[in-house]
T-cell receptor, first 113, second 114 residues
């Protein structure tokens, strides 16, 4: 099976812009979670989607949003980018809510100038 | 609420030496515990997981971890370090509630010298 794929792998934006990141889970996986990784804050949970519904949300401002499509693919959007949004954004997929093993993609490295 | 504490942001060992990376957890519900490894410019790879079955868990690449409820610990060990083990290691916890939120520790960078 193909692993979790994320596009793009690298992205450079300027403050005030918005960005959309994409994640394709492993085939058959219905849960997709997003994490932000920064040197200062480490790995932090953004949100989790299951069957197109947001099931859980981390402590991030409303500028961070996401959605999941019927084929389980997910996107996250960050509006009005700030310098502090520069990070590695990781997507993880899992077969279902009862199985807590998550498989991570390679991440999207976002740089905000 | 759940949290994880990883003692030591950096651990240095010689090739062939024992690797011991420490993780202590706090959880208000029975925990599921994980160790992930991250190589430079890559995502996270699952090394092993504890989900309330055997307390001694064996993972990939010769790693293992033991769940000790009395000590709230889940330390990662490997008998003999290889140069290829140099990476960052993260301990993570989640509850067995079905939600997928992983709470990570701050990570431990393992340095392996020849």
């Amino acid at each position: 099976k193909a692993g979790v794929t994320q596009t793009p792998r690298y992205l450079i934006k300027t403050r005030g812009q918005q960005v959309t990141l994409s994640c394709s889970p492993i085939s058959g996986h219905r849960s997709v979670s997003w994490y932000q990784q920064t040197p200062g804050q480490g790995l932090q949970f953004l949100f989790e989607y299951f069957s197109e519904t947001q099931r859980n949300k981390g402590n991030f401002p409303g500028r961070f949003s996401g959605r999941q499509f019927s084929n389980s693919r997910s996107e996250m959007n960050v509006s009005t980018l700030e310098l502090g949004d520069s990070a590695l954004y990781l997507c993880a997929s899992s077969p279902d809510r009862g199985n807590n093993e998550q498989f991570f993609g390679p991440g999207t490295r976002l740089t905000v100038l | 609420a759940q949290s994880v504490t990883q003692l030591g942001s950096h651990v240095s060992v010689s090739e062939g030496a024992l690797v011991l990376l420490r993780c202590n957890y706090s959880s208000s519900v029975p925990p599921y515990l994980f160790w992930y490894v991250q190589y430079p410019n890559q995502g996270l790879q699952l090394l092993l997981k504890y989900t309330s079955a055997a307390t001694l868990v064996k993972g990939i690449n010769g790693f293992e971890a033991e769940f000790k409820k009395s000590e709230t610990s889940f330390h990662l060990t490997k008998p003999s370090a290889h140069m290829s083990d140099a990476a960052e290691y993260f301990c993570a916890v989640t509850g067995n509630t079905g939600f997928q939120k992983l709470v990570f520790g701050t990570g431990t960078r393992l340095l392996v010298s020849p």
